[in-house]
């Protein structure tokens, strides 16, 4: 179980800075008018799709099995659930998904789309948001405790 959350934890620190990447590859190619390329941008905003999905999986297999997930949940119910419980119980996982389903989204429209500029404004603002998203429901208190 420890070698679970320390991956995830570690793991997160990759993704976001790989997303962060891809994000800002995005906003540099869409503002700057840049040709979309196979070997550079493509490969970046696929790489933080990628990642962000092994993140989610290994996020799954922590919440169904970690005393912090499903079971603190089936334990203390909703209602009894603290502010810091709550937020890794059920706002962790769920904006999380939330963030994974539109960097999704963002990679689906963007393999539709044939000019540059479109290619590029797609990635940023889906996985935009999604990074958003995500740097909101991070366990802040974990990280630097």
Not at 1 to 20: G, T
Not at 73 to 96: K, Y
């Amino acid at each position: 179980m420890e070698i679970i959350k320390n991956l995830h934890s570690y793991l997160a620190y990759v993704v976001l800075a790989v997303l962060v990447i891809a994000v800002v590859n995005a906003i540099a190619g869409w503002l700057g008018k840049k040709d979309f390329t196979l070997q550079k941008d493509l490969r970046i905003s696929l790489f933080a799709l990628i990642l962000s999905h092994i993140q989610l999986l290994v996020g799954l297999l922590l919440f169904f099995t970690s005393a912090n997930g499903l079971k603190a949940i089936q334990t203390l119910g909703m209602g009894g659930l603290n502010a810091p419980a709550r937020l890794l119980a059920v706002e962790h996982p769920f904006i999380n998904i939330i963030a994974l389903v539109l960097i999704t989204i963002g990679w689906s429209r963007h393999k539709k789309l044939m000019e540059s500029e479109r290619k590029f404004k797609t990635i940023t603002i889906f996985y935009g948001l999604g990074l958003l998203l995500i740097l909101s429901r991070i366990p802040w208190a974990q990280w630097f405790a």
